[in-house]
Structure formats: structure tokens, C-alpha cells
């Protein structure tokens, strides 16, 4: 979510072009020589050498142009080689150039080759030791201290050197010296210096000093020089700076839209006896707050103090997966994880794993608003529906996989494996995460042809693979709940009205086996589940609230619970025409490919309550066993 303030932005060609300006005005009788052999061997060169003199210096004037465009919007491409190959055709015709200098530093650094880089202008500035060359050096120095030194050594050899002044004011800016560095921007200004970013970080320096107007200024005069991508977000700094809000308060109520539909969708996952959407609802606003504002802003500040800025904004394509798995992935998903520990797990909203699910997709919902919102700035209002529909829900995924290993801990018996999982489910987060991210990186390498193939499948493929892991969960952790895991008695309701013939010849299993046993009890529980889901649909008010209470406490028992629903819902009624219904669905064949639809859905229903009955320590046993 961070901009990076590094000075490798992008800024417009520098530098001068010279004409060679000849008068005609002179009399040619003071140049020609007298004699006419003289005169004859002077024609003579003179059209032969016009081409050679006059047309190369009036293309070289349109070359630099076109390739000066041609590498920027290689740049934009991201195609920092082909730049690089631009740049340096370039220098060689104009090496006095600082801007083109900058520019191709820029392409090594991102490319990784900043040994390279130091290598080639430490050779420059022993051969020709002028400002230009102790400023480009200092500019790509490792060490903060030597740039700095480096710019000073500059200035002194030449007070008026501008380009000397702007190093030294971007050295002091990242020591948050703001008010000095605003002084020697602008006094590299006054000496003439053409660079459009120096008219941004002034801007930068006033508005960090509380400056207002004098930011606002530098902001609008950098707008009418740039010719960047960020015009929208200067735009609306300035809008802040004097004042008008009206832009954050309208980004804000556009990206709510997403937010509001994603947050009823994990809300339909509850069950009776879930955490209550108002802490739900605050859950949202803390992850939009806290999370995304305050803890992972400061996180990545620390990133930065720790040097990793190069592992977050090199080109190579190993670095840049990197970045996304090691960096981005693990941060957000530690800022996330710590305010649901806090607000949810320490004050027991968090008692089972749905809870943990639906309290960490809250957060994660609330993040990804915060996180729209930042966007919106840079590329305006479409963003809000591109990021609504595809980022907010696998925000919500990555979360609620830890979200449900944080619930199991509180479920599990055995808390010091329960942790360990928790730990792993959190990097299981993190990971997903980075994997996203990491897809839409492939997207943007266009380096290496084998790997555009599959670039355009890698991000609906992930969304996939997320997709299923994060309903997988959900059913999951509905069956660890008290309404699901205390209704033993309703599964013997059901086993008692359901046909065990008809279901199992359906199903073409041989009564009296084993296999026949285990998907008995498959059915069972399935048939026990849809009636459960009903329920929940239809009860409402008082009765909804007396069914809760009960569920909040440990000691009850099923039978307890299943008279009450008898009581307060038409659970026998419920119960009848749930089974009757699934006996015609797992033994009808043909028909509309609605029903048959339904009938795969229901028999995978029951293919993965198999597999769930088969877990050592699952939510739910078979029902002959449940007390």
C-alpha cells in the first residue's frame, strides 16, 4: 500500500539541444580564395560533405526525441532492458546529459546490476572527477552517508552546480530534514535546474513542514510541468491541502459498495450461535483503520529502515516474486492477524472455528476497503469495481484460513498443537496471498516468451484454487459449531425416518458392510445439516434468541436443544420433508439438467462428509456414536 519515495520517478528528457547557428550575411568574397583551382577543390568538398555535416546533426535533433519517448514508454512497460539499450545509444551522442544519465542509472539499478552501475561512474569520476560525475556516483551509492558526501564534494567544486543541490536535498528529505531540503530544492531550482520531480518534493517538504500554500504551489507547478501518470493523485493532495474532502468522502462511499455486498455474503455463512454482526461490523472498521492505516503503514516504514527497499522494487523476475511472498503476503496478513487476536480472540468473540473464519474475513473485508480507498487516489473510480469484485474477496480468503486455525484453538484439547496450526494456518495466508500477487505479476513479464503463455491463466487460476480452499473451510468450520455439533439428537431423528434401503440401493452399496455403514452415516449427517440450515433460514426473533442462549452454554446437551426446536420451530415437520425429499433426489435418474445438477451437488455433499467422518478429530462423528 506504500508509494515508494525513491528518486528513481519518472521525469521528462533533459538537457539543452545546441544548433549551430552560420551567418549569411558575410560577403563571400572575404572567404574564397583567389585562385580557381583553390576555388574549384573548395566546391568540390563542400557537396560532398553537406550530407555528412547537415543531415546527421538534424537527425540526431529528431532521433533523441523519439527515442527519448521510445524509452519511456518502454519504462511504463516495464521493459527495462530494451530502455537500457535506448539510453545508452543515447549517451553516447550526448554524454553531458545528467537527466539521460539518471535515466539509465534508473535501468540498472531496477534491472539489479547496481555494482555494475557503481563500477562504470567510480571509472568515470577517476578519469573526469567534475560535479556532474561526483552527483551521478553519490546518487547510486549504497551507503547514505557517502551519497551525501558525494553531493557535497559537488557543490563545492561548483556553487552553481544545480543538479548537486536537488542530490543533496533528496539525502535530507529521506533523513526527514524537510525544512533544509526545501531550501536547496529551491535553490537548485533558481539556478535553472530542468527536472519537473523537484516541484513535486518541494511540495513534499512544505507539506510536511504544515506549509500549506506554499505546497499547494509547488504541487500546481509540477502539474503544469509533468507529464506523469500521477497527475489524479497530485490532484487530489491539493484538494486535501486546501481543505476539500469531498473527494476522499465520495472514494470512501464508493468502494463501501463491494464492501457492503462481501460483508452480507460471509454474514450468510453464520450459524445460530455465531459471533453477532455488530462485532462483526466492527471488526470491518478496525481492519479499514487499524490495520491497513496504522500497523501496516508503520510495518513497512520499518521495512524500508531495514533496507529491503531493493528486494521491493526490483525488475528481475525472481526478486519481484520474492517481494510478494517474503515481503508483501507475510506483512499484511501479521497486520491483520494482530487485531483479530486482540479484538476477537482475547475477549472470546472467537469460540469455535466459523467464528474465527467469519471474524478474520471481517477484518480482511475492512483492510481491502481502506486499501481500495488508497488506490482510488492513484487511478481514480473504475478501480473501485475491478478491486471490489477480485481483491476484497481474496483479501477475505487469505484471512479466513488463519481465521479458522485461530478457531480450532479454541476447540482443541491439546493447545500446544493447536497453536502450531494456528502458525501454519497463518502462513498458509500469507502464502496464498503472495501466490495472487504473484500471478498478477506474471502478467507484466514480458521478458521471457515461454512464461507469457501462461501469464494470462495464472490470476483466474489462483482465484480458483482460492475459491475452493476458502469454501472448503467454511463448510468445515459450520460443522464445529454448538448447532451443528450438539444435534446428535435430531441425527437420530432422522435416522429413524429416513430409508435405509432406498438410500443405499441408491447409492449401490451392499447392506451390512462396512462401506455401507460409513455412507449411512454420511447420508444421515447430510439430511441432519440441510434440516439445520433450514432452520436457521426460519427462525427469527424471540425464538432465534432462546435458541442462541441455550447454544452460549457449555453444559447443555443435545436433547436439550432438540426439544427446543420442537418448541419453538416445526422441526418433526422440517425433518419429514427433508428426508423424503433427499430420497427422491439420490434415487431418481434422467430429467431436466437442473435436477441433475442437484443430484452431483448432493452426492459430492455426501462424498465429502466421508471424508469428514474419516478425520481422527473431525467435527462431526458418525451418529451412532454421537451422546
Request: with cysteine.
Amino acid at each position: 500500500m506504500r508509494v515508494s519515495t525513491g528518486e528513481a520517478l519518472p521525469a521528462p528528457a533533459g538537457g539543452r539541444r545546441q544548433c549551430l547557428e552560420v551567418s549569411v550575411a558575410t560577403p563571400l568574397s572575404t572567404i574564397l580564395p583567389a585562385s580557381p583551382g583553390a576555388l574549384f577543390l573548395i566546391v568540390l568538398l563542400l557537396t560532398a560533405g553537406a550530407p555528412a555535416l547537415g543531415t546527421p546533426r538534424a537527425a540526431s535533433g529528431l532521433d533523441r526525441d523519439a527515442l527519448t519517448r521510445q524509452a519511456k514508454e518502454l519504462v511504463k512497460q516495464d521493459k527495462h532492458e530494451q530502455a537500457l539499450e535506448v539510453y545508452s545509444r543515447l549517451l553516447r551522442t550526448h554524454p553531458r546529459d545528467t537527466d539521460l544519465h539518471r535515466k539509465y542509472q534508473n535501468c540498472l539499478m531496477t534491472l539489479d546490476r547496481g555494482r555494475e552501475a557503481r563500477q562504470r561512474y567510480r571509472y568515470r569520476l577517476r578519469k573526469d572527477p567534475t560535479p556532474q560525475n561526483w552527483y551521478l556516483l553519490g546518487r547510486i551509492l549504497e551507503e547514505p552517508d557517502d551519497a551525501q558526501a558525494h553531493f557535497e564534494e559537488a557543490i563545492r567544486l561548483d556553487s552553481t552546480y544545480a543538479w548537486g543541490y536537488y542530490g543533496l536535498a533528496r539525502r535530507l528529505e529521506e533523513k526527514q530534514e524537510f525544512r533544509p531540503a526545501a531550501q536547496l530544492i529551491r535553490r537548485a531550482l533558481d539556478l535553472g535546474l530542468q527536472e519537473e520531480n523537484a516541484w513535486y518534493w518541494a511540495g513534499w517538504c512544505y507539506e510536511k513542514l504544515g506549509l500549506n500554500r506554499h505546497a499547494v504551489a509547488a504541487y500546481r507547478r509540477y502539474l503544469a510541468e509533468s507529464d506523469g501518470d500521477d497527475a489524479l493523485y497530485v490532484g487530489h493532495k491539493i484538494e486535501i491541502l486546501q481543505g476539500d474532502f469531498s473527494t476522499v468522502l465520495a472514494h470512501i462511499l464508493v468502494a463501501l459498495g463491494p464492501v457492503l455486498g462481501w460483508f452480507w455474503y460471509i454474514r450468510r455463512k453464520k450459524t445460530m450461535g455465531s459471533i453477532s454482526w455488530p462485532n462483526s461490523l466492527m471488526l470491518v472498521v478496525a481492519g479499514a483503520v487499524f490495520s491497513a492505516y496504522l500497523l501496516t503503514d508503520w510495518l513497512y516504514e520499518e521495512v524500508y529502515a531495514a533496507g529491503v527497499t531493493e528486494l521491493m522494487y526490483q525488475h528481475p523476475l525472481p526478486q519481484r516474486l520474492a517481494r510478494h511472498f517474503l515481503v508483501v503476503g507475510p506483512l499484511e496478513e501479521f497486520s491483520k492477524w494482530v487485531f483479530v487476536v486482540l479484538l476477537a480472540y482475547v475477549t472470546r468473540f472467537i469460540r469455535n472455528p466459523l467464528d474465527g473464519l467469519i471474524c478474520g474475513a471481517s477484518v480482511a473485508i475492512g483492510f481491502a476497503w481502506a486499501e481500495n480507498v488508497h488506490y482510488m487516489f492513484y487511478e481514480g473510480w473504475p478501480l473501485a469495481i475491478t478491486r471490489g469484485v477480485i481483491c476484497v474477496p481474496i483479501h477475505m480468503i487469505c484471512s479466513g484460513l488463519w481465521g479458522y486455525g485461530l478457531g480450532l484453538v479454541r476447540v482443541t484439547a491439546n493447545k500446544k498443537r493447536a497453536w502450531l496450526g494456528m502458525g501454519l494456518s497463518l502462513m498458509a495466508g500469507a502464502f496464498f496471498h503472495g501466490l495472487y500477487n504473484a500471478s498478477n505479476e506474471l502478467k507484466r513479464w514480458q521478458e521471457a516468451s515461454e512464461i507469457t503463455l501462461y501469464a494470462g491463466l495464472a490470476t483466474p487460476l489462483a482465484v480458483y484454487v482460492l475459491a475452493r480452499v476458502f469454501r472448503r473451510h467454511v463448510r468445515l468450520a459450520r460443522l464445529w459449531t454448538a448447532y451443528h455439533r450438539r444435534s446428535a439428537s435430531l441425527r437420530r431423528q432422522v435416522a429413524d425416518l429416513l430409508d435405509e434401503r432406498t438410500v443405499l440401493e441408491a447409492l449401490g452399496v451392499r447392506r451390512g458392510s462396512a462401506k455401507a455403514r460409513r455412507q449411512w452415516s454420511a447420508c444421515v449427517n447430510v439430511v441432519t445439516q440441510r434440516a439445520l440450515e433450514r432452520l436457521a433460514k426460519t427462525l427469527e426473533g424471540e425464538a432465534a434468541q432462546r435458541v442462541e442462549n441455550l447454544l452460549a452454554k457449555p453444559e447443555v446437551k443435545s436433547r436439550e436443544v432438540h426439544d427446543l426446536l420442537r418448541e419453538v420451530a416445526s422441526i418433526d415437520e422440517v425433518v419429514e420433508q427433508e428426508c423424503r425429499q433427499f430420497e427422491a433426489q439420490v434415487g431418481a435418474t434422467g430429467g431436466p439438467w437442473r435436477q441433475r445438477w442437484r443430484r452431483r451437488q448432493l452426492r459430492r455433499r455426501v462424498a465429502w462428509e466421508l471424508q469428514v467422518e474419516a478425520m481422527p478429530a473431525g467435527p462431526v462423528r458418525m451418529y451412532a456414536d454421537a451422546g
